[in-house]
């Protein structure tokens, strides 16, 4: 499997401003949507915001891939946005991070 696979144009945003991480998990969620890889946004988006109160998922220099299993999956797939100004994801010690990547899994096989 290539990133290509996963990865589609319908998925990604340059230049995005999403005002926080809900916002901007928000976001990634609709380009998951339209990437065509979910059948639930709305399962979807509540299992990606249980996995990060589980713990953050920014690992700094610049990346965070806030993600999750989730039964609203359909296909997995990657979105990704960055973020000029920076958001904080809660790493510990470092600057806010720019780019976002965002990924899905099915729920299958947990």
Known sequence: MRI???LKSDSIVLG?????KAAAIN????????GGNLSDKEQYKKD???REA?????????????HAKSAGVKAAGLAA????????????GRQPVPPVL????????Q
Request: proline share 6%.
């Open 48 to 50: 990606v915001f249980a």
């Open 4 to 6: 290509t696979d996963l």
């Open 54 to 66: 589980s713990g953050t998922t920014g690992l700094g220099d610049g990346i965070a891939t806030p």
């Open 16 to 20: 995005a401003a999403p005002a926080d």
């Open 102 to 109: 965002h990924d899905c899994r099915t729920g299958l096989g």
């Open 81 to 92: 946005m960055t973020v000029p100004a920076g958001m904080d994801f809660r790493v510990h």
């Open 27 to 34: 976001q990634l969620a609709d380009l998951m949507a339209a």
